[in-house]
């Protein structure tokens, strides 16, 4: 007669490629035993004992919901699951025991009954035999693996204590004009990094940076001017022109460069010097601001005589001309106050990544201070954060138009305020989920210091990258940096730290505990509904998607 299979006693499957699959199709989401007797086609029986023996090697936790814990994620959806199997064999005590003398030689079947015996000294001399045979055959594929017993659990990629984002550079202003290109450049920065700011949060920036007797009303001008920004309400809100041109944030000679007044300074000082008087008469009326611009670009007053040569010497093998010329905005942008994932389908809206996000290092407990200092404090003058209320822009844990909560009740709630409400956190979660169903197809890997996106092992590119194509796809304005702000690696761990992700040796996955709720719980099931048309949309761009990178190792 067959023994029943007890979660407590050791394994009776023999065959750790039946093994490995119910582990897979575990993390596809099929949980109940009768659905992995379909899609495996064996018995029911044998579906328990290997689920038993899952929870031996410590591949799925105990209970009736059988998650996957890292380890088996990793061997579920790794790209080296043999790895991740071997440290669950030498995870597991008894074996680790047997295996410490003999790492690179599989122990004998009487070695491994002296084993099971001290073990499970209640069980019989035949199944002790039969389960030694059991075991000898899981923990084969660990043998000659080099790998000595892991520690208890997976050593993941979070951050010990809350990192605050990174102070602003000390402004130094080159002159005491009303509008000093560096001055401009970092706040044309926190634009890009916010999507809006009020007056009050510019001259938080300013103050922070140590431009506290700079005015701020030239700098507004400067960007209503060059296009960059237009006004809403008591704020200024970026443009598609801004996000178009953002590569100009890296350095401000770019932003001089653009910039349609300087250019036709730079056409003045050419024409005056063959006599033109119009030019001349130009030039008295701009050179307090232009001259200033000069000497931050050359060092000295430009000369006409001299200026392809000084020109030469600070773009090196650029052109003026390459230089895109600011002024049209762009197309209008309006305010929608759902949250993102109720309208992620309609067109013109304004996604950013700020790096407010960075306070979910500190998870729920963090968040509720920060909303608590918010409702003490004022709503006027301070640094764009977690608490402030946008307008128009969907980027932050509040939507548009949304009154400050006064908590976060808890970490359910948290989480999915962030999949709905944070665009970039809403496509990370649908790509995961994406990759929960198919990790051959889609995967999230780092490489060369990045986190990057790979369909069928080719590089598509850069995580935040691929997903502002998919914004853009959808004629929605991406307002990020591509060098600078919240960087994809403290995105990543900052939604590690709540629960919505996991670091499973480089390679990005859905928290287990998140995709059994999503699945299974009433109110995370209609979440999960709303999610998955999204996520089908991606990866319909996805399929489509050119390789953004056309070289370079995946």
């Not at 305010?335 to 990544?353: C, F, T």
């Not at 209609?526 to 996805?542: G, I, N, V």
Request: proline residues 8%; charged residues 25%; contains cysteine.
């Amino acid at each position: 007669m067959n023994e029943a299979p007890s979660r407590a006693s050791s394994p009776n499957a023999n065959r750790p490629r039946l093994l490995v699959d119910v582990v897979e199709w575990l993390a596809r989401g099929v949980r109940s035993s009768r659905a992995l007797q379909e899609v495996l086609g064996v018995d029911l029986r044998t579906i328990q004992y290997y689920l038993q023996a899952a929870e031996w090697l410590g591949l799925i936790e105990p209970g009736p919901e059988r998650l996957l814990t890292p380890v088996g994620l990793e061997v579920a959806l790794s790209e080296r699951p043999e790895q991740a199997y071997a440290r669950a064999v030498w995870s597991q005590p008894m074996v680790a025991e047997l295996l410490a003398a003999r790492s690179d030689e599989l122990p004998s079947v009487d070695e491994v009954m002296i084993a099971l015996g001290r073990a499970e000294p209640e069980l019989s001399t035949s199944t002790v035999r039969r389960r030694a045979s059991a075991v000898r055959s899981l923990i084969q594929p660990a043998i000659g693996q080099g790998t000595r017993r892991a520690p208890d659990h997976l050593q993941l990629d979070l951050p010990l204590v809350h990192r605050a984002p990174a102070p602003p550079p000390v402004l130094v202003p080159g002159s005491a004009v009303d509008a000093d290109p560096d001055v401009y450049r970092f706040l044309f920065c926190g634009l890009l990094d916010h999507g809006e700011l009020s007056l009050g949060q510019l001259r938080a920036l300013l103050d922070r940076a140590g431009g506290k007797d700079l005015p701020i009303g030239g700098y507004v001008d400067l960007a209503l001017q060059r296009g960059d920004a237009k006004r809403h309400q008591e704020r200024i809100v970026v443009t598609w022109a801004a996000v178009d041109r953002r590569d100009l944030a890296e350095s401000t000679p770019g932003l001089i460069l653009s910039h349609p007044g300087y250019r036709q300074w730079l056409r003045d000082l050419r024409e005056a010097a063959r006599g033109d008087r119009p030019a001349e008469i130009r030039i008295s009326q701009h050179a307090r601001r232009y001259r200033a611009w000069d000497h931050r670009l050359f060092g000295e007053p430009a000369d006409a005589r001299t200026l392809d040569r000084a020109l030469a010497g600070v773009i090196l093998d650029r052109s003026p001309e390459s230089y895109p010329i600011a002024g049209d905005p762009g197309p209008e942008l309006s305010p929608n106050h759902a949250p993102y994932l109720s309208i992620w389908e309609q067109p013109d809206v304004v996604v950013a990544l700020p790096p407010s996000l960075g306070i979910l290092h500190g998870g729920l407990s963090a968040v509720n201070q920060a909303l608590q200092r918010a409702r003490q404090g004022s709503q006027g003058v301070g640094l764009p954060d977690l608490s402030s209320r946008p307008l128009l822009v969907h980027g932050g844990l509040l939507r548009p138009g949304e009154p400050l909560p006064r908590s976060i009740p808890d970490g359910i709630s948290l989480r999915a305020r962030i999949i709905s409400h944070v665009p970039y956190a809403t496509a990370l979660t649908a790509l995961l989920l994406l990759h929960r169903e198919h990790p051959d197809r889609i995967r999230v890997r780092r490489g060369k210091g990045e986190w990057t996106v790979l369909r069928r092992g080719r590089r598509l590119g850069p995580l935040l990258e691929v997903l502002d194509t998919f914004f853009l796809d959808r004629a929605q304005l991406p307002c990020r940096r591509r060098a600078g702000g919240l960087r994809s690696a403290d995105f990543v761990s900052g939604l590690q730290t709540v629960g919505i992700l996991l670091n499973l040796g480089g390679t990005l996955a859905l928290d287990e505990r998140l995709f059994f709720r999503l699945r299974h719980e009433p109110e995370q099931m209609e979440l999960h509904a709303t999610l998955r048309p999204f996520a089908q949309a991606l990866r319909a761009h996805l399929d489509v998607l050119d390789p953004l990178v056309a070289n370079g190792d995946p």
